[in-house]
């Protein structure tokens, strides 16, 4: 076997192992939660149906591959809760250790391109990273919202919390910010989020 496809099946092997990290969210329906891949599948997917809704052009591609590699890292560096702020201490430091071994098992030109789409996701500044990230917010947040808010009230979570994750959302969609200015309002009422006079 040729030494590059040899790195490259090494890797796809070795990214078989996000199935196994699993999330806080849970999956619609109340089921089980979600492990990182079908949340990384979910975005891909919802990328492309809700493209129209990007506030810049975005080219699609790229878009769909931050979508699908931006969690690989959590197979070394485990699933940092989005409302854990003691997590979120040591989370860049433990992505980063793993985001050199992972993707250090392909051949370095792919090993290049798959690094910088990784950090320019975590930079949120293309309009690609900022549509990507714009997902990574809507997907939980409409499971969340599909389950009664279960995972939210589970963990205590504040709708000041919520809104300031969803900072990000409006950089990448305004149309798709809105949509969840009514999710988390219709949450708010329901009292699975708390709101921010009770904090």
């Known amino acids: 076997m040729k030494e590059r496809i040899k790195k490259q099946l090494e890797f ?3 990214i078989d192992k996000e199935k196994n990290v699993f999330r806080q969210t849970s999956l619609s329906g109340k089921g089980r939660k979600e492990n990182d891949a079908e949340h990384a599948w979910h975005m891909a ?3 492309y149906l809700l493209r129209e809704y990007s506030n810049e052009e975005i080219n699609m591609e790229k878009t769909m591959m931050m979508c ?3 969690d690989i890292v959590e197979i070394d560096a485990g699933d940092t809760y989005a409302y854990d702020e003691e997590g979120k201490k040591t989370q860049k430091e433990r992505e980063n250790a793993a985001k050199e071994r ?10 290049e391109d798959l690094t910088a789409l990784f950090e320019e996701f975590e930079e949120g500044v293309t309009p690609e ?13 409409m499971l969340n919202d599909s389950n009664d808010g279960g995972d939210w009230r589970e963990h205590g979570v504040s709708a ?12 990448g969609s305004e149309e798709i910010y809105e949509v ?16 921010a006079n009770l904090l």
């Open 68 to 70: 699908l590699i931006h």
């Open 102 to 111: 992972i993707f250090s098992i392909l051949p370095e030109d792919q090993k």
């Open 12 to 14: 796809a092997l070795e």
């Open 129 to 141: 990273a900022r549509f990507a990230r714009a997902m990574d917010n809507i997907q939980p947040l």
């Open 45 to 47: 997917i919802m990328a």
């Open 180 to 195: 969840s200015d009514e999710i988390i309002q219709k949450n708010i009422k329901k009292g699975n989020l708390i709101p």
């Open 160 to 171: 000041k919390d919520v809104y300031t994750r969803h900072e990000m959302t409006k950089l």
